[in-house]
């Protein structure tokens, strides 16, 4: 690289705008480690995940839209743990040291970080394919993580937010001729583009369910896929759901560029929407929908867990089906985008 490593890293990572101070960090990068020291009483929750050009985004994808998703995504796995970000590493393979894209993509990282108060603290910088590896690090008060495990026969299953987007804009990205790219007019195009790479991480909503939902995730392979790890987590013996089709909360955007044949379809098994879906026993029904109205997220209950085989769905009409659709699974399918 024209550019070295360590004033590449100086230049647009070890900045102020994203190594900034925070209370649980008591040394951020620049050593051969950064340390934390979280409060007495608190526990560490560490998420990490990798976005590969071509597979998990497009080539030539905007830089700084492209740093933004990659901590969202990241953050909205410690959303699902109902943690408090503290901190995140970067390690990072770059093709080449192109500093208009480093520029804006340190920039995109920092306003996500700033917003959730999550420092850079450290990393690795390397030569090669583009690829962007995120490690999250949050707290949450001892015992208090939100887990797939405890969902009991008889809660309800809410989620956040709308179903598909997700899936509508990866539709939008890769051209695909389903979408109805002639129902979409500028803002319908800015909503998809944000549904991809600027997903709301439900930091939030995550922190004010715990000890009122009995268990979380964070949907990325879709609702119908994720909503079998509570299932399988919490199986005691074995849980089964019931899933209203009336019910899935959907954008106006994805009512409009989504064919009516396809909706229900892609809401229940499109990836990438990062809104939690959670199990709550019916007596903490009310509180946590006050929480998520003080928050100013939407919050649905689209269904209920029960000792039922499988996950069904209940339709319009009122009958029941089993669910046959699977969500999107990286090693059944090929995915590119
Ligand atoms: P070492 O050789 O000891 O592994 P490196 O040369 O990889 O250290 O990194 C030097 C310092 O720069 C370390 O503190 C590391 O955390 C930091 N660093 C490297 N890459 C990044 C990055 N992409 N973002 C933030 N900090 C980084
Ligand atoms: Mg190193």
Redesign the pocket.
Same mark, same amino acid.
């Given at each position: 690289m024209a550019l070295g490593?360590?004033e590449l /890293?100086r230049r647009y990572? =070890?900045v102020p705008e994203l190594a900034f101070a925070h209370a649980d960090v008591v040394l951020g =990068? @620049? *050593? *051969?480690g #950064?340390i934390l020291a979280l409060p007495p009483g608190f526990q560490l929750v560490m998420s990490i995940d990798t976005l590969n050009e071509s597979i998990h985004f497009p080539v030539n994808a905007d830089p700084f839209l492209l740093a933004q998703r990659c901590l969202l995504v990241n953050l909205s796995d410690l959303a699902a743990m109902g943690a408090e970000p503290v901190a995140f &590493? !970067? #390690? /990072?393979s770059l093709p080449s040291a192109d500093e208009l894209w480093l520029a804006a993509f340190s920039r995109g990282l920092a306003t996500i970080a700033q917003a959730h108060q999550c420092p !850079?603290i @450290? @990393? *690795? &910088?390397t030569r090669g394919p583009l690829a962007i590896t995120i490690q999250v690090h949050g707290k949450v008060p001892a015992g208090n993580a939100l887990l797939r495990s405890g969902a009991l026969a008889g809660d309800v299953v809410y989620v956040t937010g709308d179903l598909g987007d997700g899936a509508a804009a990866l539709w939008w990205l890769l051209d695909d001729a389903r979408l109805d790219h002639s129902a979409l007019d500028s803002r319908h195009i800015d909503a998809l583009q944000q549904a991809f790479y600027q997903p709301d991480a439900r930091i939030g909503s995550g922190i004010a369910l715990r000890g009122l939902a009995s268990a979380a995730l964070d949907i990325s392979d879709g609702l119908a896929s994720d909503l079998q790890h509570i299932l399988k987590a919490s199986a005691s013996p074995a849980l089964g759901a019931v899933i209203e089709e009336s019910a899935l909360p959907m954008s106006p955007t994805f009512q409009r560029c989504i064919p009516v044949t396809e909706q229900v379809a892609l809401a229940l098994t499109g990836g990438d929407d990062y809104e939690l879906c959670v199990t709550v026993p019916v007596a903490n029904e009310k509180a946590a929908i006050a929480a998520m109205k003080g928050l100013g997220v939407r919050f649905t209950r689209i269904g209920y867990i029960d000792n039922g085989e499988g996950i069904r769905i209940k339709t319009i009409s009122g009958q029941q089906h089993p669910l046959s659709l699977k969500g999107y699974n990286h090693f059944s399918e090929s995915r590119q985008v």
């Open positions: 490593e360590f /890293i990572f =070890a =990068a @620049g *050593d *051969d #950064a &590493t !970067l #390690a /990072i !850079l @450290g @990393g *690795d &910088t």
